[in-house]
């Protein structure tokens, strides 16, 4: 049996990973997938796929992009999550932001250099034509330390999917004063390249059961039940969540690739544009 490692987010788009793996399904192929939760996100799992920690990883887009330009050994096989990540920008419920421009030249929470929430914080501040020069962050790791961050003071907001917050906005730590949504598909799946060289029969046999899970996951009987009870949401919530999200089965375009790109290189995020082969490679 093939033992390959995995990490994701310990969230909702993950769900048919979890099930492929009760079901077996990559067992049944003679594949023994291990899977990590990471609930640092995109950061820690850029470091992971450098260091060897996984094989794969799903992952934002615009974070494995700027890593593989930074010298990241690994390529993007898949669109995993075709429709954008819908960021919620919360500020602490009892601060006295109320609305977005009140946010220009605060710090924003995220959870390490090269996530989404910092990457996402530039791509917001542009859309306000806010001086991304002028961006401050705090470092906080987890949902958990955004909140003691934004509680006590030592953030102003944070940028994180605007569901898996809900629970806290529900609660009373946070207020969400806005969204921003990515301008690309969201989550990819990347390899790293001696993954890729060494095991691309069971790359692509893992790429195929999991396109089998994702393309018929909505139609699963009570999904919506499972997913709330799994991830501490209401049932409402993730049916709204639901309707706003499609799964891939696609490679990357050059077009969407290029979109990114120019956007991080506006935003000074890389120093250059690397080509479609130096990301992408389709199995």
Known sequence: MTTIKIAGVPEHFNLPWQLCLENKEFEAANIDLQWTNVPEGTGKMCQMLRHGETDIAVILTEGIVKDIVAGNPSKIVQVYVETPLIWGIHVASNSDYQQLSDLE????????????????????????????????????????????????????????ERFMTKPLVDKGLFRRIADCPTPWPCFVIAVRNEVLERESGSIKKILEIINAKTRLFKAIKHIEIRLANDFNQKEEDIISWLS????????????????????????????????????????
């Open 244 to 283: 706003l999200t499609e799964w891939s089965q696609k490679n990357p375009t050059e077009d969407m690739l290029n979109k990114v790109q120019n956007q991080l290189l506006r935003l000074s995020l890389i120093e250059k544009k690397s080509t479609f082969a130096e990301i992408v490679k389709a199995l």
């Open 105 to 160: 030249n605060t710090k924003a929470a995220i959870s390490r250099v090269g996530s989404g929430s910092q990457l996402m914080a530039y791509v917001n501040a542009e859309n306000q034509n806010w001086n991304t020069q002028k961006l401050q962050f705090e470092i906080v790791n987890t949902i958990d330390g955004a909140v003691d961050s934004l509680t006590n003071g030592t953030a102003d907001y944070f940028m994180w």
